[in-house]
């Protein structure tokens, strides 16, 4: 069954074509990731599969029968709501079928008809169909998961991350049959992430999702959609099956190009030495040319995104953090952390939201001091920061003009130098956009912008604060491939455990109360040394269960002088023998009840009865037992 389906879809900006003739179809219970370049369209193409927009040709269609939800890059979210109150809006079909469920039950208890009673017991399946009896529970444990605890307060005092977390919550909580996502895992620590990676690959919902998070896109979908040069490719695998299938296609690709070109040139003689008078009769010959010309004159674009830039001379002292505290409105940060950096060293920064990791950076490029402790920096050690928050840039500015106001010629690291323009090309801005206004620019091509303005300070120590958001995939493998060969000191705070894995030597581990312990291994090392932590002390407990410690105590009993017991009287014990009777009959009546209420066969009419007899019925054992 398909729940969306797009037919032969085209949209152009001006003379630039987006996508041309696509056609896609998301069904029942498939999960997959959509990537493309920053600013090739995909944001575009979302818009008019959910109806924002609208295609120059082509259709969109959703099955009227479902329900979707969308989860945008940048949420705009009404401020005067309370948490609860956003979440529980009027649009949420659980929070519509509860309160008509309840509309109802009350309207059945003040008038009992049977017209009523139709009326419960169809919203009673509907409840039933939607599993919204633990609705509130649900709702609970998703806002807690993604660290949104205090339900009570307004959406407007949230910090920007907070209320993208928020966003995603009141998806979840809703349950739709389609769920379109964008860069979901953005403003997630690792073990939120890892925990949406658990519900949405055992979730029956369809996906759709852009995300540049390798290990979230393999961990829950199972096929990529790529949007490249106007086309729709797709790919039923994983992200290396992706990568490998993508290049086959690419040296395909070329290689035709290739053969067109061949004939087009042969062709093109033909059709200059042709006579007029035979045009007619060759007209199949034309068109087919035509075809041929088309195709000979088509560009790949082939050429890898570099980034390669001049590091400054870095000395034997690069950094000395020794004996740092830092407290926040009585909340530790930093307890007595001490590190001496070196030449090289490539660290990565991991713990949950808020527990400090943004103050470290800010302490060690110098934006933010200690409230104790000591900062000794080498003489030759200059710091480049890629902030997590964009600096500001004025919107109508070009981004040429933002650049030459850092630099007009760039150092190249292997000794070239390079002009602000030609510097751009390389960052994958071709000299047409680079006189587009900034306010233009797509998220992803402004994070790439704010990087390259890092950069070309040519940095010795490169502060990384969740660099990779927003990033395409592209630029994802430029960065990598960069900071591999990076010489310089390099510390990255980051949610991407794929980026961490590739490039970290070590990790600083912030575990909460100021303590940070310093870890020899990448991410996977130190959640697989967790993991089995996590199941020694699974094991230990599962065998002092089996063998319990039993404590021995020394009590000292008093013994109070009991007055003589007294025999029952006669009518004493015809009572007892009664009231054994009758224990056991009412027992027997109990149990028939409960086996009628868990069968489900019964009407709610039926079911309500049947509920208060057993309550009568269990107070008369509690009186019968006492007095027995």
């Given amino acids: 069954m398909n729940y969306l389906l797009a037919q032969n879809v085209t949209k152009s900006f001006g003379e630039r074509v987006l996508f041309e003739n696509i056609n896609l179809s998301i069904a029942e219970g498939q999960k997959i990731a959509f990537v493309a370049r920053n600013g090739s369209g995909k944001t575009s193409l979302i818009k008019i599969l959910l109806g924002q927009d609208i295609p120059d040709e082509g259709s969109v269609r959703i099955d009227s029968n479902i329900s979707y939800g969308y989860l945008p890059q940048d949420p705009d979210l009404p401020g005067h709501q309370t948490i609860s109150e956003f979440v529980t809006d009027d649009n949420n079909r659980f929070v519509d079928t509860i309160r008509r469920y309840e509309a109802a039950l009350d309207l059945f208890e003040k008038e009992s008809t049977d017209a009523n009673l139709q009326i419960l017991q169809d919203l009673t399946d509907e409840m039933e169909a939607l599993q919204a009896w633990d609705y509130e529970h649900k709702m609970k444990q998703i806002l807690s998961k993604l660290g949104l605890v205090d339900f009570t307060q307004t959406v407007e005092t949230l910090s920007g991350g907070q209320r993208k977390r928020l966003a995603l919550a009141k998806v979840l909580i809703q349950n739709p049959d389609l769920i379109i996502m964008d860069e979901p895992t953005n403003h997630l620590d690792v073990e939120m992430i890892e925990w949406l990676e658990s519900y949405l690959s055992a979730g029956r919902m369809a996906l759709l999702l852009i995300t540049h998070d390798r290990y979230f896109l393999d961990n829950v979908t199972n096929e990529i959609l790529e949007l490249d040069q106007s086309k729709l490719f797709r790919y039923q695998g994983n992200y290396q099956y992706y990568l490998e299938k993508k290049a086959e296609r690419e040296a395909i690709q070329v290689s035709e190009i290739e053969k067109a070109r061949n004939l087009y040139r042969k062709e093109l003689d033909w059709i200059r030495r042709m006579p007029k008078a035979r045009s007619t009769k060759a007209k199949y010959r034309v ?113 040429i003009e933002v650049v030459k106001e850092i630099a007009e010629v760039i150092p190249l690291g292997n000794g070239e130098k390079v002009t602000a323009s030609q510097f751009l090309t390389y960052f994958g801005f071709d000299p047409p956009m680079q006189f587009t206004p900034y306010e233009k620019l797509s998220g992803g091509e402004k994070r790439r ?180």
């Fill in 449 to 628: 912008l704010h990087l390259m303005m890092e950069l070309i300070k040519n940095p010795n120590f490169l502060i990384l604060d969740e660099p990779t958001n927003d990033l395409d995939l592209l630029t994802l493998n430029a960065l990598e491939e960069f900071l591999e060969n990076y010489q310089g000191c390099l510390v990255i705070v980051s949610h991407d455990r794929y980026f961490m894995d590739r490039l970290v030597d070590h990790l600083f581990v912030f575990e909460g109360e100021g303590i940070i312990k310093d870890f020899n291994g990448n991410y996977t090392d130190w959640r697989d040394m967790e993991d089995i932590k996590e199941k020694m002390l699974r094991d230990e407990s599962k065998q002092s269960q089996k063998n319990p410690v039993i404590e021995v105590k020394t009590v000292e009993v008093i013994v109070e002088p009991q007055a003589p017991k007294r025999k029952l009287s006669f009518n004493e014990k015809r009572e007892l023998e009664t009231l054994e009777k009758e224990i056991k009959t009412l027992e027997a009546t109990k149990e028939d009840l409960e086996t009628k209420m868990a069968s489900g066969q019964g009407s709610h009419h039926q079911f309500v009865e049947w509920s208060n007899e057993s309550g009568k019925i269990t107070q008369m054992l509690d009186d019968k037992s006492v007095r027995w």
């Fill in 287 to 399: 068109d087919s040319f035509q075809e041929t010309e088309k195709k000979a004159h088509q560009k790949i674009e082939t050429k890898k995104l570099e980034l390669n830039v001049k590091m400054n001379r870095i000395g034997g002292k690069v950094l000395e953090l020794k004996h740092l505290n830092k407290d926040y409105d009585g909340k530790i940060i930093l307890k007595g952390f001490t590190h001496t950096f070196s030449k090289g060293e490539k660290i990565g920064v991991i713990g949950k939201n808020g527990v400090g990791k943004s103050t470290l950076l800010n302490i060690i490029s110098g934006l933010e001091l200690p409230d104790s402790g000591k900062v000794n920096l080498g003489e030759t050690t200059v710091f480049g920061y890629f902030r997590q928050e964009s600096v500001y840039v004025e919107p109508t500015r070009r981004i």
